[in-house]
């Protein structure tokens, strides 16, 4: 037989060497910049307000207050204290309900007999709001740490388990006869196809839960604690200090920014093959 | 010899899609399969596969019944169904996963070759059009070596120009080891190119009509007029086959042209 020569009319694809390596997903500097014009004139006015007497300066503090009342919190070395006491909860919070979720929404996912028999349950149980279960999780561990991190994981399980079990659900059927002709077994299966098929729901899940998990761990820090960020809000309102409470919200923003673009820079090297929607970081 | 026996396929609907087939397939053949959509050809293809269970009657490759997958069939879909999250590369090595790496990759890379894939190893499928992926498709398909190929309507999401190429390139593939080829299509003159005998399929319940062994000098002029002469005589039996109903027990001898 000869040499087989294939002549593809106007292939509309580059060669290989750039392809695939393309980096997306991310904004240049410049619209970075146009993107700070905004809060930074918004601040910068307000300062100017205060300053001139146009404005009064008690409830709203200038941001230049702000920022002295974070770095006072920083020579002091509270602001490690509070955020690492809240990061801490996050963290573990976060840890056990990816775990739960994940275990479960593979689960019910891949077995048609524990989605019949869990899903109802849990679909029952997801329809409480998570704040309701404060004073029961009190009662039965008390209003220290062990209360905190189960209402923050709580709060991660459900986007976790739904996403999970809906991918797995919504995995290509053809892409499964594939593995099927390719006589994969189960394992095979779940590792070459449903891993990667449901990672990139699996990925988004991630981020939604985590930042559920900020909001938890603030409404888990109010119901008492005597350090952390959410402590910080409710000092700041006992003492009428609406600078302490600024400087709180700014620091969970940080915060809250920083996780949620760690967990999506961590997850985008694995989410380059994708066509669709880009995470973004 | 793939050989297929009073084969019929009734859906838990109650549809009966196969009746009675009966077939017999010669190594190396290339057998065109064409018929009416709805007239049974994909359950057809899907049982020679092993991936749907007859309801009565066997499908025996080499003298072994065909009772699920097996490495020796390979299968090549209408759409490429490659995994989006593999390299070209790692899809085509897909198919021989099993192997050591070192053989995989010289495997692999022979097959893109062959298939004109060589350059776009590492691309992502998404990169690729449509008459590439299929190529890609068909690489994993034969990577294995599998002594049958199944394929059901490969090229008919493709332009005509496409799919003229990679009918001829199907050809050029199947010379290397010649694997018995059984494709299911619903264009007469694709079959007409590439086959040794098409078999005319008629639909409720999906019967062969008519085995044809056109006399055909290889390779296949399109403009010959023994060419057209069959295209028209296939025409004529297919639009048989649409008209036909059979029902009950009645015989019905698959008529040879
Ligand atoms: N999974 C299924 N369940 C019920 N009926 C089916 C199923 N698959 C196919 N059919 C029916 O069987 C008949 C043959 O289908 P198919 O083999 O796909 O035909 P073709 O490939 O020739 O178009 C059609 O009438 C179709 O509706
Ligand atoms: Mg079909």
Known sequence: MTAVTVSEPAAPVPPVASAGAAERGRLPWKDWLIGLVLPLALALGWELAVARGWGNGRLLPPPSRILATLWGLWRSGDLIVHVLATLGRVAAGFFFGVLAGTLLGALTGYLTGARRLLDPTLQALRA???????????????????SKVILIAVGVFFPIYLALSGAILGVDRKLVEVGRVFRLSGWELVWRILLPATLPAYVLALRAGLGLGWMFVVAAEFMGASEGLGFLLVDGQMTGQPQSILASILAFAVLGKLTDGLLAALSRPLLRWQDSFKPEG | MLLVDSLSKRYPNGHLALDRIGLEVAPGEILGVVGGSGCGKSTLLRLLSGLEVPTSG??????????????????????????????????????????????????????????????????????????????????????????????????????????????????????????????????????????????????????????????????RDRSDPLFEEWKRRLLGELGRASRHRTDGDEAFPAAAI
């Not at chain 1, 409480?128 to 062990?146: D, H, K, Q, R």
């Not at chain 2, 893109?112 to 590439?132: H, K, N, Q």
């Not at chain 2, 034969?142 to 493709?158: I, K, N």
Request: hydrophobic letters at 45%; one cysteine or more.
């Open chain 1, 128 to 146: 409480i709001p998570s704040i309701a279960w404060v004073p029961l999780f009190i009662l039965w561990f008390g209003i220290f740490e062990t």
């Open chain 2, 58 to 219: 066997t499908v025996t490759l080499n003298g072994q019944p065909v009772r699920g997958p097996r490495g020796e069939i390979g299968v090549v879909f209408q759409e490429p169904r490659l995994m989006p999250w593999l390299s070209i590369r790692d899809n085509v090595g897909f198919g021989i996963r099993h192997l050591p790496k070192a053989e995989r990759r010289s495997r692999t890379d022979e097959a893109l070759t062959r298939v004109g894939l060589i350059d776009f190893a590492g691309a992502w499928p998404r990169e690729l059009s449509g008459g590439m992926a299929q190529r890609a498709a068909l690489a994993r398909a034969l990577v294995g070596r599998p002594s049958v190929l199944l394929l059901d309507e490969p090229f008919s999401a493709l332009d005509a120009l496409t799919r003229c190429d990679l009918q001829d390139h199907l050809l050029d593939l199947w010379a290397y080891d010649r694997p018995t080829l059984v494709l299911v299509t619903h264009d007469i003159e694709e079959a007409l190119v590439l086959s040794d005998r098409v078999v005319v399929m008629q639909p409720r319940p999906g019967r062969i009509l008519t085995v044809a062994t056109p006399p055909l000098p290889r390779p």
